[in-house]
């Protein structure tokens, strides 16, 4: 009988081209995943996430769901995956889920964290997961920034368009900027985030911190919908999702 | 003029071939740092360390020594050096330093730090810098060995015969062990510490906590003075030196 498994991942995005399968290339998380489950399951199986993530983007938290029909314990398939996956693809978790759990279509809120390196020295084991900015950063026009960006907007200026049917309002109901030693540590809490959401939420947040545009250019960024009225997009390799939430 | 200078490194030493320069590999960390100095100053620059650290072993903050005639500040130099070293090596800082100041001469103390996670679930982010360990671990025990190894002994069973004319007495000011989620955190804080003594003291410990010997074994070890009494070699990848001590 066929049972349906939802499992949490770890992995580190810069080796790979994103998470989602491709034609060109076999090179990717959910085509890693998928080529294991089926040789294990010995039939075709697929595997859902909780969402893409670009390449170079990481996950302490990934959630996926798959149905397979195997005679082994969710034990057995979290130490079987964590034995053939390659050592930057692991497996914290797997579980028996009910019948109808997907892992994107049941997320109710997710956590995405961006570490930027403050500073003009670079640390060597932090290298693959901060983005640095050696330039001293206005942290109090960046909490303005953040007070405009969090709760309920349409986020259409802070994402590429990708289909202009779906909405792309979302709410943000937390962004925590700390301070730990020479970096700056950025929480985003929401309810869902669109293609690129955060990186260009970053990118607009970091101009502001140089005085490269102002707080308030956020504002115009949501009247307009306008991609160019937003701030860059920045690096990959700075983001991580950190935790999916379902009810 | 020939200026004398100090410098705090991190490296990940899992590409390399350990600190010492050797003729047979240009793979090491003092080959990769003393071609880039002797570059730099276009005559030869010798390098020394507060003291080697073997294959596959991290520093958050080994210490070096090294003169040459250059004209650059110290943040040049440091500068310089970031921008032509390999990504896994960093320069934290460049200082000029007393005449007769050297890395390893001058040393009085140094922090060791030794990570085993402590689970049969592997970690992503952690696995260059981690021994895992999936057996349960006996901490009491473990606790009682660390209290024979503090202090000042003869460690002669906890290294590999070298040269027998020099002295195997070493003080340990300190072992701390820290329970951080899944992970033990071993650090060790002595006066200085012979080749493979922190790894075979590690190696030791883990036997304990595993009920493979008695914490009173140490006591034995320290009598005999034979590498045999002592326990195994506890894998490179877990260990980093974290900090060295001048007066």
Chains 1, 2 share one sequence.
């Not at 939802?6 to 995943?33: C, F, H, M």
């Not at 969710?74 to 053939?84: A, L, W």
């Not at 997907?102 to 961006?114: M, P, Q, S, V």
């Amino acid at each position: 009988m066929k049972r349906n498994y939802r499992a949490v991942l770890q992995y580190e995005g810069t080796r790979y081209q994103g998470w989602q399968k491709q034609i060109s290339t076999d090179n990717t998380i959910q085509g890693k995943l998928e080529a294991l489950l089926t040789k294990m399951a010995g039939e075709n199986v697929e595997v859902n996430s909780s969402g893409r993530t670009d390449a170079g983007v990481h996950a302490y938290g990934q959630v996926i769901s798959f149905a397979c029909d195997v005679d082994m314990s969710p034990e057995e398939i979290r130490d079987y995956m964590n034995q053939y996956l390659p050592e930057d693809i692991g497996v914290l978790s797997v579980v028996v889920a009910g019948e109808r759990f997907h892992a994107r279509l049941n997320a109710t809120g997710k956590i995405y964290r961006y570490r930027v390196l403050n500073s003009s020295i670079p640390r060597v084991f932090d290298r693959k997961y901060v983005f640095q900015v050696p330039e001293e950063l206005d942290l109090e026009a960046m909490k303005v920034g953040i007070s405009y960006l969090e709760g309920k907007h349409d986020f259409k200026a802070f994402t590429v368009k990708k289909n202009t049917k779906k909405s792309t309002v979302r709410t943000i109901h937390e962004i925590k900027m700390e301070q730990v030693n020479e970096e700056l540590v950025f929480t985003f809490y929401g309810d869902g985030f669109l293609y690129h959401m955060v990186r260009i939420l970053m990118g607009t947040l970091l101009e502001i911190g140089q005085h490269r545009r102002e707080p308030e250019s956020i504002l115009e960024a949501f009247e307009s919908g306008e991609r160019v009225k937003a701030g860059f997009l920045a690096p990959a390799q700075g983001l991580a999702l950190m935790q999916v939430f379902y009810d």
